[in-house]
C-alpha cells in the first residue's frame, strides 16, 4: 500500500539548469496537487490536476511546468531554476469524495545554488 | 481569498500537559476543515476533520470543533506525549474548490 510516492528525496540544482520532479499514486484518485512548503510557512499550491489531460495553475505556478498523460503521474517541472524555488515540495491526491481530504507524499528538499 | 491563522509557534510543552492551537478562518462559502500533523522528516498526514458547523473531529485524543460563529477549529488535547511533537497545520477546502488553503503550521515540542 505506497500511496504517494515522490522522488528524488533531495536534489541539488545549479541556477539555470533543469528538473523534474517525479510524483505517483496507487489509489486511482482523480485529483493530484503540486505543493511547495518554504521555512516557517505553509503549503503553497503551485498546480493540480482533476484528470489526466486536465491541469491547472495554483497561487505560485511562475516557473514550473506540470502535465498529466495518467491517472497515476503527475511530474512538476522546473526550468531555468532560480534560488527562490529552493524549497520543499509535496506532492498531494485525493479522491471523489465530499470532504476533499488530501493524502500527501514524503516530500522532495531541492537546493538551487 | 480564503485564509487560514494559526497561532504562531513553538509551543513548548511538559508531557501530559493539555494541548491548545488556535486556528481562525476566513472563507466565502462553507469550507470542511481539517487538522494535518507533519513529523520531522515526513509529508503531512491527516489527523481530523470536520466538514460543517458544530461538528467535532477527533482522532489519537485530539480534538477539534468546527465554530461557524466565530470561524474557528481550535485543536486540543488533554494530556500530551513526546511522541505529538510535531508541526500542525490548520487547512480548509470549500465546495467546489478541491485545493486546500493552509495556515503557516504550529510547531509543537513536548518535553519529558
Redesign the interface.
Known sequence: NAG?TQTPKFRILKIGQSMTLQCTQDMNHN?M?WYRQDP??????IY?S?GAGITDK?EVPNGYNVSRSTTEDFPLRLELAAPSQTSVY?C?S?GST??????????TRLTVT | GNSVTQMEGPVTLSEEAFLTINCTYTATGYPSLFWYVQYPGEGLQLLLKATKADDKGSNKGFEATYRKETTSFHLEKGSVQVSDSAVYFCALSEAGRRALTFGSGTRLQVQP
Open positions: 504517494v485529483y496537487y516557517g510557512m505553509g503549503l503553497k499550491l493540480y482533476v495554483g509535496f498531494a485525493s465530499i470532504t476533499y481530504e488530501q493524502y500527501f507524499g514524503p516530500g
